[in-house]
Structures are given as C-alpha cells and as structure tokens.
C-alpha cells in the first residue's frame, strides 16, 4: 500500500514539475508541422501480403513527398528484448542525392519507444544543421505509438522530442508519415539495420524516466515468471482475461504481491509474515487453500475441493473464479492486493 501511495505520489510531483502544461502541443498553433498515421489503401495485416503494402507505401511517398522537393528522414529503434541496450537508426536521403547514415545508442535501460523517439530527434537536429537540406523535411517511421503521442497533449516522456520538432518547423515544411514495417522499403529497412547496430554498440547512458522503468519492471517480472514456468503455452487461458484480471493471476503466479510473506520475506517490510488469523505464514496457497477467515467466501466460490494449480493455471472460468476471489477477500479483510 505505501509503495502504491509512492508511485501516486511521484506521478502527481511530476505532473507539477513537467513544463508542459498546455492542453494542446506548442506546434497546432502553427501549420508547418503535419503527422499522417496511415497510408490509404493499405490496411489490416491479413489483407494484403507485404509485397502490395510495399508497392502502395513506395507510391504514397513518391506522390506526396516527391525525392526532388523533399529530405526524406527514415528512421527506426531497436532494443533487445524491447527493453534493454536501445539503438537508434537514422537513414536521411536528400534531394542532391547526398545520404546520411547514423547509429546512435540509446542507453543500457532504453525500451524500443524510447529508442524510436530518439530516432526522429537526432533525425531533426541533424537535418537543422545540414547543408543538403531542403524546405521540405519527412520523417518516415513506423513508429505508430510515437506519431499518436505526438498529436495528443500527454506525451510528457516527449517533451525532448516535442522541442526539436517545434524548432525546425519554424524554419522548415515537416511532415511526419507513418509507414509499414518489414515490407522491403529501402529507407526503411536502412533504419532498421543502423538501430540494430547502433544497439549493439558501446552503451553509456544509464538515464531513464519513470514510466519506462515501469515498463521496463514489468517486461522483467513477465521474464522471470516466463523462465520459472518453461511449460508455459500461448494459449493459456491467461491471455484472455481483462487487464485487471491478469494482474491479479500474474501476482498469485509470481508470488510478487502485497501479502505479508512476500512483503516481509523479500522486501523486509511489517514485523513478520504471519497471516492475520495467526495460523501460518500469509502466503498464496495460504490465502487460495487454508486461511479460515476466507473459508465461507471460498466455499462459496469453490464448492469441491480444488487444487492450487486448477485455481492459477486452470481453465478460463477457473482464472475467472480466482481473479473474483481474491478481491472478494481482499475488499472484506482490507489485507492485501
Ligand atoms: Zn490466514
């Protein structure tokens, strides 16, 4: 509960401390500065193979931000496993015919986000002070996330990003164009390779804001539990329940929760690990199988005897019944979770 009223806490100081506090992004004011999160004709993955996906790509780009008129800035990140040792690639090609190539690392707790986002900054600062640029700047990425962050007034992990765009649009036409990933697009699949490589580079930076290290936290967790259970499978019944459910399963799985024996054994917290009906050790098989406190509701929720592993890796309903459960306890006994 107390680290629960931490992280409220620090989110609500960082909110006050941010600078940015306008309802809307500096640039709305001002029209050189368009993002397009699609390409029209080209849809859902399951429609078209990545051969027509690169075709409509490669003709979007020609039409809308012909090579002679425009510096075309293809960017890309890249880190491994999605959260550690991030790289960002950058591929500019100018109008002259002039190219740039650029790898840049992104530090040792970099998640891919991260890494993109860099990606279209450096890209920016670069074609500021470069003598081949042109009026007309496109970042291409398929960096969706980035691009809807970056219409939306919430995109405080940006504000970095949100300068050096603002910036150069005040000298410079920029758009921003979501494009198709892994379809064959040079530009593209040059990015790809210089974040891959700028990933597997010399890494320095050990900086990191509060909501990646939450994501990178989260990433870690979900390893190990993947690791301490190897039989785990896709299709277990886990991927289907809400969100609020699966935190509730993943806690009892991993054991990482608030009850007393995790919280005083692992993290040293309270005087002991003692349940608060004194007969063993608050753990999760004591709170699914034993505490008398929650016999009744228990009963209730499993008539039949049922084992530990039914109730955490059983079936859907099974999932269900334990995610039901566990709040049921927790909002009656003010305990835990
Ligand atoms: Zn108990």
Redesign the pocket.
Known sequence: MLLFHIIVLTDIILNALLPRCAKHPAWEEETSLQIHETIPCIGKKSTQNDLEKRSFAVDHIQTNYPATDWTHVYTDGSAEKAVRNGGAGIYIKYPGGEEDKISIPTGVFSINYKAEATAIQEGAAHVQSSPHSTKNIVFLTNALSILQALKSSKNKDLNDLTSALTSLSQTHTIALQWIPSHCNVFGNETADLLAKKAAALQQNGYTTTYSEAKTIIHAQQHEEWLQEHPNHVQNDAYHALTRAEQVVIFRLRTGHNRLNHHLYTKLHIGTSDQ???Q??G?TVI??LQ????YENIRNLMWPQDTPMAQKLYGSLEDLRRTATFIPSVAMLFDVFM
């Open positions: 349940c608060t009906c007969t063993g608050q004591h709170v034993h505490c008398p406190m």
